[in-house]
């Protein structure tokens, strides 16, 4: 079955230093996309970042990058040059297709505190 | 201008009760979306529509009902309202039905208390 794992509950990282937020998954199906959303402590969505299956490149917002290893199926957020505003949860997320129907799951979230 | 709103903010209401959450995008996009966070964070999609016709339908009770009058508004409506209902419920619109690159717009949320 179809799965999205974060093993990471919690990550500390200093300002204006990289971090590499961890998202696995799970799926039989050749075409999916992967997505990272942050929720700040206020308590809005924001998405963040997409990757699909077929990209041939990883996918690059400003500061965000997906570390996209197809073989070993993972998908790590990678910020770089952390800001106090970084601090927030993450998620990663995962669309699919299963007997026709579309289906989107999420992982548990990875809580982010950026260091002064 | 709030590209995806959300009403009301909060709601606290008995068990039992039946309760509407309204959504509207002014975006323009063809795809909303609603998603269910409970107390410990986990997120669940629960229903797309695209152009006013359901694409997901996840497993929620039949308690749960979207209605989408056109394609700039999707309301839930929850019916006999239950404990474990509370949760945060986010709306989302995007121009095109995922996965795709499109961004997902999200309200603000809205903070259900079922008493």
Known sequence: ?????QTQPGMFVQEKEAVTLDCTYDTSDPSYGLFWYKQPSSGEMIFLIYQGSYDQQNATEGRYSLNFQKARKSANLVIS??????????????????SGTYKYIFGTGTRLKVLA | ????????????TQMGNDKSIKC???????TMYWYKQDSKKFLKIMFSYNNKELIINETVPNRFSPKSPDKAHLNLHINSLELGDSA????????????????QYFGPGTRLTVL
């Open chain 2, 1 to 12: 201008d709030t590209a995806v709103s959300q009403t009301p903010k909060y709601l606290v």
């Open chain 2, 24 to 30: 509207e995008q002014n975006l323009g996009h063809d």
């Open chain 2, 88 to 103: 945060v419920y986010f709306c989302a619109s995007s121009q095109l039905l995922v996965p795709s690159t499109d961004t």
């Open chain 1, 1 to 5: 079955a179809q799965k999205i794992t």
């Open chain 1, 81 to 98: 040059a952390s800001q106090l505003g970084d601090s927030a949860m993450y998620f990663c997320a995962m669309s699919f297709w299963v």
